[in-house]
Each structure stands twice: as C-alpha cells, then as structure tokens.
C-alpha cells in the first residue's frame, strides 16, 4: 500500500508542505497519534518520548507549564522528538493581535526556533496568523498552524457559526496546515469536516480508549471513531502518559488510529 492510498484525497489536496512531512509519518509509523505531553519537568517529556516515540508521529508540548526551562534543558527535549522524527507542535493558542503574536513567538521560550506547528484562536481575526509566519520567516523555518475551529472541553463558546468563520479565515492562509476538532464528538467532526473540505487536516484532542469524562470539563471520545468522522490526527494525553504502561497504551492508540484509518 501507498502514502497515497491511504490518505487518498487529503494527500492530493493538502497544499502545506507539513502536512505531507505529518502524512507520510503516520503511514510510515502507521500511527495517527500525536502525543500530549503535559509534564511539567523536560526530564520526563524526554523520558516518555524514548519510551513511546516508534509510536507517534508528533508531540505536543506546553511549553509554559514546564517547571525547568532553559535553553539546555529544552534543547534536550527537541534532540529526543527528533530521534524519534516527529513534528513539535506547542500548543499556545495564540490570540492577540497580529504584532503581539509576533513577539511572542520569540521571547523567551523562542517557540518559533524549534515549533513546527502552534495552535491559534481566531478570535482577533485573521491578523494573528501574519503575525506568527512572519516570526517563523525571521528565522528562517518552515511552520504550520493550527486554528481552533472547536474544542473538547464542555461550554466552550465555539459555536459553529464560528467554526465556519475560523475556516473561511484558514482557507484563506497558506500558513494554516488544519484544525483543531472537538475528538469527544464524532458529530462535530464529521460537520467540521464537511466544512472544511479536503485541503487542511483536522486534528482533534478529547480522545481516550477507556474514559468518558476527563477532570475539569474535558470531554472524550474514542479515538477510532474520531478518525472515522474526518480527524487526521489523534491528540492523546493521559490515556498514554497517565497509563499504568504507556508504551502499550500508544501501541493501543495507534492501532486504533491506524485500522481506523484503513477503514476509513
Ligand atoms: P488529555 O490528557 O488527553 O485530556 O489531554 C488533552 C490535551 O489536548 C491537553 O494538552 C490540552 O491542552 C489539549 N487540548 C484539549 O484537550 N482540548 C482542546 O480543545 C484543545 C487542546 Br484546543
């Protein structure tokens, strides 16, 4: 079987050229599974990728909960994705306006030195997404972004008349690879996948294998099933790093995520 084959018309339509680079990871990993890796010391972000990196294709980090920053130690943390080839993708869910989310690119963290891919709200308009690529062009790097086209967590205000707007503002920038879906929901992703068409990727946190509820008003779904509706991209967190053996809990996601696939 081909890349090709199993990625059909999103292989052909998605023009970012990091959505192939996340494409052909999964079907040479044959896993969908983005890992969440919300630690707070970089020592056990680097532990649990070695441990679980064959099994994912990308890792999601939030880089302002990490207790131990330093330009070393998170150097450290970007060395092990890169054994392991997968994109980093920190989740900030830029918001402000265009030259803020500029700035805040750099700064401290420089996410827009090691980011392949950041999550963005739309919520100031489409400004905020210029403002992040031209952070990514000063360094010279190629990146993609995520808006927030849903979320998984209960109440959230993302109605879909807003959906619909995030995806007018994203079809119309090369800069934007997808979105993020509500996983917890196969409904809301097949509508958000009828919306948004063949040419960006959706990927969609609020997945878990065995739980219904998560703490704080997440929400979930089965990962399977978020697949199936439309999602590229399962985003999972404690299901693999809060499992008694995480290394068979990704091997789980990602067969999961990969029959689902095949089914699809
Ligand atoms: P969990 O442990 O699998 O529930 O973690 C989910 C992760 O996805 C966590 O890092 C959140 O920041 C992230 N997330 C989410 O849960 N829901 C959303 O709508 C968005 C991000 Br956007």
């Keep these: 079987m081909q890349v090709q084959e199993v990625w059909g018309d999103r292989w052909q339509n998605c023009a970012h050229p990091l959505s192939h680079q996340y494409m052909l990871s999964a079907f040479k990993k044959k896993s969908a599974v983005v890992l969440a890796a919300d630690f ?13 990196g064959e099994y994912i294709t990308a890792v999601k980090t939030h880089v302002d909960m990490i207790e131990d920053f330093n330009q070393e130690s998170w150097a450290e943390v970007i060395d ?5 080839d997968l994109l980093i993708f920190e ?25 392949d891919i950041v999550t963005s709200h739309s919520i100031s308009g489409p400004d905020v ?3 992040i690529a031209a952070s990514w062009d ?14 998984s967590s209960r109440g959230n205000l ?24 509500n996983g917890s929901s196969a409904e809301e992703i097949s509508e958000l996948r009828n919306m948004v068409g063949q040419g960006k990727l959706i990927w969609t946190p609020g997945v878990n294998l065995s739980a219904e509820e ?7 779904g089965h990962p399977g099933e978020a697949i199936y509706s439309g999602s590229d991209g399962i985003i999972v967190g404690s299901g693999i790093i809060h499992s008694e053996n995480p290394v068979d809990a990704a091997k789980n996601y990602a067969n999961a995520s990969w029959n689902a696939l095949m089914e699809r």
């Design 138 to 151: 000063k360094v010279e790097r190629i990146g993609g972004i995520l808006l927030l086209a849903q979320m």
């Design 214 to 220: 998560g703490v704080l008003g997440q929400r979930y």
């Design 40 to 52: 707070f010391k970089t020592k056990d972000i680097s532990e649990m990728i070695n441990s679980v």
């Design 91 to 115: 989740d900030r869910k830029f918001a402000d306006i265009g030259r803020v989310s500029q700035f805040q690119m750099a700064g401290y963290y420089d996410i827009r030195s090691w980011a």
């Design 80 to 84: 092990t994705a890169k054994k392991y």
């Design 129 to 131: 997404i210029d403002g």
């Design 158 to 181: 993302l109605s879909e008349n807003y959906s619909k707007r995030t995806i007018h503002i994203g079809a119309a920038s090369p800069h934007v690879l997808g979105y993020i879906g």
